[in-house]
């Protein structure tokens, strides 16, 4: 099994997953400890938010994304491709890994467009972990 997690820093979790060109990719195997076997450093037009295509697409042989947040049209895209969205309130990107190995699921869907304050003018609904 393959999990990816947002990663714009490369060292913890982030949100934004629509918009997200880092992923950290780890491989599980039964009873052993997620291994990282690659680093995404995709360009903007790659980002799912942008990406306008049903072509190839570097995250395609993920089985999960763990993520800060999402919203419904990356739920979507990502679905079309066969990838699970899952949101995380883990901050380390191994925790966030284990935890969801152990069942931990925040959530896998993301709230209405109209729980968001971020100022965000896009008008596209997404998820944030206000808690930080």
């Given amino acids: ?19 997200a060109r880092r992923f950290l990719v780890y491989d599980v195997q039964p009873d052993t400890h997620p291994v990282e076997v690659a680093r995404l450093d995709l360009p903007k037009e790659l ?35 066969g990838i699970t969205a899952v949101v995380t309130t883990r901050s380390d990107p191994i925790e966030a890994v284990s935890a969801y190995l152990a069942g931990e699921r925040v959530d896998g869907t993301a709230p209405a467009a109209s729980a968001c304050t971020c100022g965000d003018a896009n008008g596209h609904d997404h998820q944030h972990d206000h808690h930080h």
């Fill in 47 to 81: 980002a799912i938010h942008d990406f306008d295509g049903d072509g190839p697409h570097p995250i395609d042989g993920i089985d999960v994304i763990l993520t800060e947040g999402f919203g419904d049209g990356f739920a979507r895209r990502i679905a079309r491709r």
């Fill in 1 to 19: 099994m393959k999990i990816a997690v947002t990663s714009q820093n490369f060292r913890t979790v982030t949100g934004h997953a629509g918009r």
